[in-house]
């Protein structure tokens, strides 16, 4: 059974400070998804990883991928309020019919 | 605009009556899926299906039907709710079978079986 583990699964920051979200998962997969949601939202796509050593970055946000470590991190830059939600990553371990997702990180940026 | 929309958003309803929960895309994605959630579990899929006429269990199927009669609608039926199907549900859909591309998430419909 894939396991996806998110940590930490708190996170209250300040604004113009780093730090990096983890995604472990538990099974061999090469398909990574990172999403948003915002209280009240639907979840938003934030970026589709879909081979080891891949790294997306779309502002604030980095994402990667490691396969060997079955690992993903999402990394924020000079954090801003506006990046306050919830953040969950998912595994898709069957080339696109199943994805598994972890329990979500709820980042909150203060000023 | 590429949308996916579920209606109705809000339900309160009460054990044994059977509801659905439509799904409906525009993006002729083949592949679409339930999901439900609940805090401290994040999202778990109910049922997905990667085309017309096909459908399979996701990890947490007991209690819901799903039926794939055209591309573009996936409703979601529950033949006898009980109050632990109380949850977010959120239908989501894609192309290339969900594997190069993302998923598209609908806007939720929160229920409540009383």
């Known amino acids: 059974e894939l396991k996806v583990e998110q940590n930490p699964l708190f996170l209250s920051m300040q604004e113009e400070k780093n730090y990096t979200i983890y995604c472990n998962y538990s099974?061999?997969?090469?398909?990574l998804y990172w999403y948003r949601q915002d209280p009240g939202k639907s979840l938003e796509s934030l970026f589709v990883?879909?081979?080891?050593?891949a790294v997306k970055q779309e502002g604030r946000l980095m994402a990667s991928l490691d396969t060997k470590a079955r690992l993903s991190t999402l990394h924020i830059t000079a954090a801003v309020h506006d990046l306050s939600a919830t953040y969950f990553c998912?595994?898709?371990?069957?080339?696109?019919?199943?994805?598994?997702f972890g329990e979500g990180t709820q980042l909150t940026v203060n000023p | 605009e590429a949308q996916v929309t579920q209606n109705p958003r809000y339900l309160i309803t009460v054990t044994g009556k059977k509801l659905t929960v439509t799904c409906s895309q525009n993006?002729?994605?083949?592949?679409m899926s339930w999901y439900r959630q609940d805090p401290g579990l994040g999202l778990r899929q109910i049922y997905y299906?990667?085309?017309?006429?096909?459908?399979d269990k996701g990890d947490v199927p007991e209690g819901y039907k799903v039926s794939r009669k055209e591309k573009r609608n996936f409703p979601l039926i529950l033949e006898s709710p009980s109050p632990n199907q109380t949850s977010l549900y959120f239908c989501?859909?894609?192309?290339?079978?969900?594997?190069?591309?993302?998923?598209?998430f609908g806007p939720g419909t929160r229920l409540t079986v009383l």
């Open positions: 989501a859909s894609s192309s290339l079978a969900g594997g190069a591309d993302t998923q598209y």
């Open positions: 099974t061999t997969s090469d398909r």
């Open positions: 990883l879909l081979s080891n050593g």
């Open positions: 998912a595994v898709d371990m069957t080339s696109g019919s199943r994805l598994t």
């Open positions: 993006m002729n994605h083949e592949y």
């Open positions: 299906s990667m085309n017309v006429e096909v459908t």
